[in-house]
């Protein structure tokens, strides 16, 4: 099993940068595909970037290709994700995500941390 940890939400203005990170614990991490996934008021959550249990893959979605950027490291057990060029349609709860694949979740998710995008 993996337990998951988020931090590192908050408000910010638009073109502003906020870096998430995600706590992971359990034996599996380091062969665990990470993600992030994000859920904004009325809307179904969705996928944001995810790399591969090697650190070689990373994906992400078209609306934040070239201003997110996913890693992990692997000594510190931690995932993750610098976001630049924020925009207010960002805004949303992010959550950390393990197990997944082709852009759909895994099993085990953390609590979750608010991002906002004020104009």
């Known amino acids: 099993q993996v337990q998951l940890v988020e931090s590192g939400g908050g408000l910010v203005q638009a073109g502003g940068s906020l870096r998430l990170s995600c706590a992971a614990s359990?034996?599996?991490?380091?062969?665990?595909?990470m993600g992030w996934f994000r859920q904004a008021p009325g809307k179904e959550r969705e996928f944001v970037a995810a790399?591969?249990?090697?650190?070689?893959?990373?994906y992400y979605a078209d609306s934040v290709k070239g201003r997110f950027t996913i890693s992990r490291d692997y000594a510190k057990n931690m995932v993750y994700l610098q976001m630049n060029s924020l925009k207010p349609d960002d805004t949303a709860v992010y959550y950390c995500?393990?197990?997944?694949?082709?852009?759909?979740?895994?099993?085990?998710w953390g609590q979750g941390t608010q991002v906002t995008v004020s104009s």
């Open positions: 790399v591969g249990w090697s650190g070689l893959s990373v």
């Open positions: 995500n393990a197990g997944g694949s082709s852009g759909r979740p895994g099993n085990y």
């Open positions: 359990g034996r599996t991490f380091s062969t665990s595909a």
